[in-house]
């Protein structure tokens, strides 16, 4: 039976890439078919995964773990009253808005600002000046951030030169890899070396 869903993968995988790159009324009707049926999984594998959060939910709450029942019982209450709400008065309306603007809104900002104090921590420890490498890191990280400031407008042509030749260069060396890998997930995909669909 793996062979069955490996051969559809493949033949999926081949037919969407080949109308990415040809234009073939064959492979446009077919493309805009895996296209639409991708919209509609991925809506039936939103609907499974809440269901899976509510049922590991409600197994701790009812196996009444110390640790974590609380935080699970508040995912499942907060949960059931925004999709109650999301059901009842539809997704364009006033109830939908105000628990978006006064309830997601903060919430994302105060994540937020916990990362931002996490990125200082880890920025402390990274740049620490233990060898030549480090030390080159920090020059240009207290280049750039003292560049910003609008006292030392002297350091704005250096601070300029960094983010627009080392790091720019750095950034597209990372890009590059990024899409090799990319492309050799792909790929291994699309000759069934790697089979995560029939696991």
């Known amino acids: 039976m ?21 234009d073939v009324p064959i492979l446009d009707a077919l493309g805009v078919a ?13 609907l499974l995964g809440v269901i899976n959060l509510l049922q590991v939910h409600l197994r701790r709450i009812i196996r009444r773990d110390e640790a974590s029942a609380g935080y699970s019982l508040i995912v499942v209450v907060t949960a059931t009253l925004v999709a109650s709400a999301g059901l009842w008065f539809g997704l364009p309306s006033e109830p939908m808005t105000w628990v978006f603007e006064n309830l997601y809104v903060p919430l994302q900002g105060a994540f937020f600002a916990l990362v931002a104090f996490f990125l200082a921590t880890a920025a402390y420890r990274a740049l620490r000046a233990r060898n030549l490498e480090t030390t080159w890191m920090l020059i240009a ?7 910003q400031t609008p006292l030392l407008g002297v350091l704005t042509d250096a601070r300029e030169w960094v983010l627009n030749v080392p790091s ?3 950034v597209r ?8 890998g990319t492309l050799a997930t792909a790929l291994r995909l699309l000759i069934g070396m790697d089979r995560p669909y029939s696991e």
Do not use: E, H, N
Request: net charge positive; no cysteine.
């Open 2 to 22: 793996r062979w069955l869903a490996t051969s559809v993968a493949i033949a999926v995988g081949l037919i969407t890439l080949l109308d990415y790159f040809f």
């Open 141 to 147: 990280a207290l280049v750039v951030l003292l560049g």
């Open 34 to 46: 895996f296209r639409q049926w991708t919209i509609i999984l991925t809506a039936f594998a939103l």
């Open 168 to 170: 720019t260069a750095g």
């Open 173 to 180: 060396g990372i890009l590059i890899g990024v899409a090799l």
